[in-house]
């Protein structure tokens, strides 16, 4: 330690302020402080953990695991089952990624590659801008404005020219699965360009330098280096926008169509468990009915711990695959 | 310094962009804008009363259906007073849990609380009344074009059948042999309930319940039930929307939220067998056609009144008839007597119908029960 002071400080601007006197009473306090704060966070969560489980009980022990397959919510039989908002939640994200991903990753790639530089600012402020809606706004837009233009031309179309395939089958309401994905996609295009753009821009230029001087086009560079450089990166980029899409409520609430069932249709109304607990909460009165909204806010807990687990691995997976490649 | 005015230049330009669509728009934002009557009414906060007049303060919580005449109610009450009312609408089933709990004076609610309910309630503070305050029609609304607010007749029974999902097309023949003169459209009919849990579909349930044995026992009546048909809205702005969006949907939604956003309605048959349009007159009525019991714990829906509109119902306040704090329960039943007779005038405005002489002659006695120590804490 007394060795070590010295040498660790360069001389001049930081000398003055790392005295051995603020080391020794500054430093505990500041560790032990942040400490503190790591805690508070990790014990907010087992806290709610506990609470929810609290809750939910009375509908654990009457349904038991059958409360995950069963596909009935009906408030006057008390007969309550998870899996049309667990299918729900996990369908209009799925539909939001695959909207969301290709035009994120285009933009975030424009942006960094190949925009001129007095584009860049003002489009990555529009994009920000975007993110920094509130939901309940984007869902009026979504309700007034989008949904209209979904059931047609969107959905009319489709039907028409493509109703053969089960996917867009049934009446074109508007609201649905596929409304409710497409204003997720919205609002996590946002999240995913944004991150998606930092991360292409943290690639290093010589890395960029060296593919153009084997003669790489501009297209080839992008493909066969920049993105496979970064890609950890771009699926944590996603796992974040998914993180969003699972958990929104609002917005889905309001386009989604609030119909508890399972159909193969994007056509079809739905609901998220989100939706499902923003819906009916206020006026939910038994024991049992609200610990199974209480019980569906855990589903959704395990629903985004398992897809977050799952997106971690496969990080871990590719930087290790590719680790072993080098 | 040109930087920085390029710097500005975006941010600027898309408040003005902003500000012009506003201003351009501003005709079809309207409906967006005036679309919740039953929002919430601004949480006020508990502080104690300042005034010099009263120090009593009361709280309640409940339904949003009533909110926006509680609201006015309170206001002018507190003119007239100086008593302050803070009145949360969280929703019936959140006021009776609150005022189960104690922690409010009073809860109001749209539904009759359930037996479960009740003997919790009574477990923790002893007998509750259930005092209507005011009662509310809804309107069961449609979108067909070309056809005006008032043109389609519509019985109960077909009613069930259309959300029962048994009635799919509107030129079904048992529609179109109540509607003679009407070309009706050979569309599949898109069915819109409330996706919430809320005391309207309460009503409106308790409604199809009374009409159709095949409903009671498939569906039941409840603040949510179990839909067989199509698409969910988001409280009266939702149904609203969802109806006037999509062709050939048909919904039901609050008299008041209909009326003050011009969306057509049909005319229902009554159980004296004639088609009326709702009202608050047959509102009104609706409570002179049914046997009131002491303890207005009553449905009126499809009630017998030759004028009532069928589908309406009482909305209550809940408080306990044995009050623990005697100045609070002083303050409580005089302002429960203020709104059961002066308050009813602003009931109109806002599209509520006033209870009739016999409901208030009730909700009288019910009041004059409520006791401090065994004494009452009003007479006559």
């Known amino acids: ?326 | 310094m040109f930087k920085s005015v390029k710097k500005w230049f975006l941010p600027l330009a898309l408040v003005l962009i902003i500000a012009i669509t506003f201003a351009g728009c501003s005709n079809t934002t309207t409906t967006a804008a005036a679309a919740t009557p039953t929002a919430p009414a601004p949480a006020t906060t508990q502080t104690p009363a300042t005034t010099p007049s009263s120090t009593v303060s009361l709280n309640g919580a409940g339904a949003t259906f009533p909110a926006p005449l509680y609201t006015k109610w309170f206001d002018e009450y507190y003119k007239l007073t100086g008593v302050k009312i803070n009145y949360q609408a969280v929703g019936s089933g959140a006021g009776i849990s609150q005022v189960t709990a104690g922690t409010v004076d009073f809860g109001a609610s749209d539904a009759i609380m359930t037996a479960d309910q009740q003997t919790r309630a009574e477990a923790a503070n002893g007998p509750i009344l259930h005092i209507p305050m005011t009662s509310g029609a809804i309107a069961i609304i449609y979108n067909l074009s070309g056809i005006n607010s008032g043109q389609i007749k519509i019985t109960g029974d077909v009613l069930v059948k259309i959300y029962l999902k048994t009635i799919t097309t509107w030129n079904d023949p048992q529609i179109t042999a109540l509607n003679p003169g009407l070309n009706l459209p050979n569309t599949p009919i898109a069915v819109v309930h409330r996706s919430d849990g809320s005391g309207t579909t309460y009503i409106f349930t308790n409604y199809l319940s009374k009409i159709s044995d095949e409903w009671k026992t498939k569906v039941g009546n409840a603040t949510s039930v179990n839909w067989p048909g199509d698409i969910g809205g988001q409280g009266n702005a939702g149904v609203a929307g969802s109806v006037q969006q999509t062709p050939a949907a048909i919904g039901y939604v609050e008299l008041a939220y209909a009326e003050q956003n011009n969306i057509p309605w049909v005319l229902l048959k009554n159980v004296a067998g004639n088609y009326e349009a709702p009202s608050l007159a047959g509102t009104t009525k609706a409570t002179e056609g049914v046997t009131l019991p002491d303890d207005m714990k009553v449905m009126i829906t499809n009630s017998s009144n030759p004028d009532a509109y069928p589908i309406c119902g009482f909305t209550w306040i809940l408080a306990y008839i044995n009050q623990t704090d005697k100045a609070k329960g002083e303050t409580l039943v005089k302002m429960l007597w203020w709104a059961i007779h002066n308050g009813q005038q602003y009931g109109t405005a806002l599209d509520y119908a006033a209870l009739s002489s016999a409901a208030v002659a009730k909700a009288e006695n019910e009041i004059l029960s409520i006791k401090y120590q065994g004494q009452p804490l009003l007479s006559r």
């Not at chain 1, 330690?1 to 500041?30: L, Q, S």
């Not at chain 1, 309550?80 to 290709?102: D, H, K, M, R």
């Not at chain 1, 330098?209 to 496979?228: D, K, N, Q, S």
């Not at chain 1, 926008?241 to 056509?267: C, D, H, W």
């Open chain 1, 1 to 326: 330690m007394k060795v070590a002071v010295p040498e660790k400080i360069p001389a001049g601007r930081a000398a003055g302020y790392t005295t051995r006197r603020h080391r020794r009473f500054g430093d505990p306090i500041f560790s032990n402080l942040t400490l503190v704060f790591a805690l508070v966070v990790v014990g907010l969560l087992i806290g709610m953990v506990i609470v929810l489980n609290i809750d939910a009980f009375p509908a654990i022990r009457k349904f038991g695991l059958n409360f995950i397959s069963s596909v009935s919510w009906n408030a006057v039989t008390e007969e309550f089952g998870a899996l049309p908002a667990i299918f729900g939640t996990l369908a209009s994200s799925a539909i939001a990624l695959v909207i969301a991903i290709p035009i994120s990753l285009g933009a975030a790639i424009f942006l960094t590659e190949i925009a001129p530089s007095w584009i860049r600012g003002p489009a990555s402020f529009l994009i920000e801008m975007l993110a920094a809606i509130p939901s309940v706004i984007i869902g009026l837009w979504g309700l007034f404005v989008m949904v209209p233009f979904v059931r047609s031309p969107i959905e009319s179309w489709l039907g028409t020219h493509l109703g053969f395939l089960p996917l867009f089958q049934g009446p074109p309401f508007g609201v649905g699965f596929l409304a409710a994905g497409m204003i997720l996609s919205i609002m996590v295009i946002p999240i995913i360009t944004a991150m998606s753009r930092d991360v292409i821009r943290a690639v290093p230029d010589s890395q960029r330098e060296a593919m153009l001087a084997l003669g790489a086009t501009r297209w080839e560079m992008i493909r066969r280096v920049t993105l496979p450089y970064c890609r950890s990166g771009l699926i944590g980029a996603v796992i974040l926008g998914l993180g969003r899409a699972l958990g929104e409520t609002m917005a889905v609430t309001m386009v989604i169509g609030n119909s508890y069932a399972i159909s193969a249709s994007l056509f079809s109304p739905g609901a998220t468990i989100a939706s499902k607990i923003a819906s009916e909460f206020s006026e939910a009165t038994s024991g049992v009915y609200i610990g199974s909204l209480v019980e569906l806010a855990l589903v959704l807990f395990a629903v985004t711990l398992l897809v977050n687990v799952i997106a971690r691995l496969l990080v871990w997976r590719m930087t290790s695959v590719k680790e072993a490649k080098e």
